[in-house]
C-alpha cells in the first residue's frame, strides 16, 4: 500500500483538488487498493471548512465529487502515517518539514514532472483553471512514478 497526503496552507483549494484529482486517476488505472490518497492544511484558519467553491466547480466540471471533504491539518504523526507528503508551493514544504520534523518524504508537486515552480493558489489568483492544469502536470507524472514503484505497467 502506498499513501499520498496533498498539502496546502488551507486544505480548501490546492491539496483537496490533487486529492480528489489522484484519486480519481488512481481508480481509473484500477489501483485504488493499493495507493490512497489524503490532504491537510498546514495553516488552522480553514480547519472543518468545506471544499472552496471553485475548487467545488472545477472539479465537478470534471465529474469529480469532494463530498464530504472538510480541511484538516497536518501533523506531526502522518509523517510516519504517508509514504510522499506533497505539498503546493515552497512555503508548505518549509511549514511541512517545520510540523513532521522529517524531510526525507517531502516533495513539492510539480517537481515529479520535472517542473521547478509552484502550483499557484487560485484563493488569491482567482485562476481555477491554471491550478487544475497543475495538478493535472503533478498528479500524472506522481502516479507514473507510483506505478513504477509497483510495478504495474
Same mark, same amino acid.
Given at each position: 500500500? @502506498?499513501?499520498?497526503?496533498?498539502?496546502? $496552507?488551507?486544505? @480548501?483549494?490546492?491539496?483537496?483538488?490533487?486529492?480528489f484529482?489522484?484519486?480519481?486517476?488512481v481508480?481509473? $488505472?484500477?489501483?485504488?487498493?493499493?495507493?490512497?490518497a489524503? !490532504?491537510?492544511?498546514?495553516?488552522?484558519?480553514? @480547519?472543518?471548512?468545506?471544499? $472552496?467553491?471553485?475548487?467545488?466547480?472545477?472539479?465537478?466540471? $470534471?465529474?469529480?465529487?469532494?463530498?464530504g471533504?472538510?480541511?484538516?491539518?497536518?501533523?506531526?504523526? /502522518?509523517?510516519?502515517? #504517508?509514504?510522499?507528503?506533497?505539498?503546493?508551493?515552497?512555503a508548505?514544504?518549509?511549514?511541512?518539514r517545520?510540523?513532521?520534523?522529517?524531510?526525507?518524504?517531502? #516533495?513539492?508537486?510539480? !517537481?515529479?514532472?520535472? @517542473?521547478?515552480?509552484?502550483?499557484? /493558489?487560485?484563493? #488569491?489568483?482567482?485562476?481555477? /483553471?491554471?491550478? #487544475?492544469? /497543475?495538478?493535472?502536470?503533478?498528479?500524472?507524472?506522481?502516479?507514473e512514478?507510483?506505478?513504477?514503484?509497483?510495478d504495474?505497467r
Amino acid at each position: 500500500m @502506498i499513501r499520498v497526503m496533498f498539502v496546502c $496552507h488551507g486544505n @480548501i483549494c490546492r491539496s483537496p483538488m490533487a486529492e480528489f484529482v489522484f484519486r480519481s486517476m488512481v481508480k481509473n $488505472h484500477g489501483l485504488e487498493d493499493v495507493i490512497k490518497a489524503a !490532504s491537510a492544511a498546514t495553516s488552522t484558519e480553514e @480547519i472543518g471548512n468545506p471544499v $472552496h467553491r471553485g475548487t467545488r466547480q472545477k472539479l465537478l466540471e $470534471h465529474g469529480i465529487s469532494p463530498e464530504g471533504k472538510t480541511a484538516v491539518r497536518l501533523t506531526k504523526s /502522518d509523517y510516519d502515517r #504517508y509514504d510522499y507528503l506533497v505539498g503546493m508551493d515552497s512555503a508548505n514544504i518549509r511549514n511541512m518539514r517545520a510540523i513532521t520534523g522529517g524531510s526525507d518524504k517531502i #516533495y513539492k508537486l510539480l !517537481s515529479f514532472a520535472g @517542473i521547478d515552480r509552484d502550483v499557484a /493558489d487560485p484563493w #488569491y489568483t482567482g485562476d481555477f /483553471d491554471k491550478t #487544475y492544469d /497543475d495538478i493535472m502536470t503533478g498528479c500524472g507524472a506522481l502516479l507514473e512514478k507510483l506505478e513504477g514503484e509497483l510495478d504495474v505497467r
